[in-house]
C-alpha cells in the first residue's frame, strides 16, 4: 500500500501479554483480510495496541510489523488499562 493511499479499514486489536498466541493470530487475520478484499481496491490495516506487556509480545509485534509494514502496525501503550489502548 503507497503512503498516500486512503485507508478503508483500520483493525485495533488491544493486548497484553500476548506473545505465545499474537504471531498466529496475526497470522489467521491478515491472511483472512487479503482474500475476502484482493482484487476489490479496499486498503485495510491492523493496528496492535500492547497495554505494557510484560512478556515478548513486544519483540513478536516489531518482527511481526517489519514483515508486514504496509498490512500491520504497533503501538505500545505503556500505561495499563484495557481504555488506553483503545
Known sequence: MA???KINYIII???FNESDVIERSLKILTDFLEKKWINKNINWKVVVADNASTDNARQT???IKKEN???VDYLFVPIKGRGNAL
Request: hydrophobic share 35%.
Open 13 to 15: 486489536i488491544p493486548i
Open 61 to 63: 509485534l516489531e518482527k
Open 69 to 71: 509494514e504496509s498490512h
Open 3 to 5: 503512503l498516500n493511499q
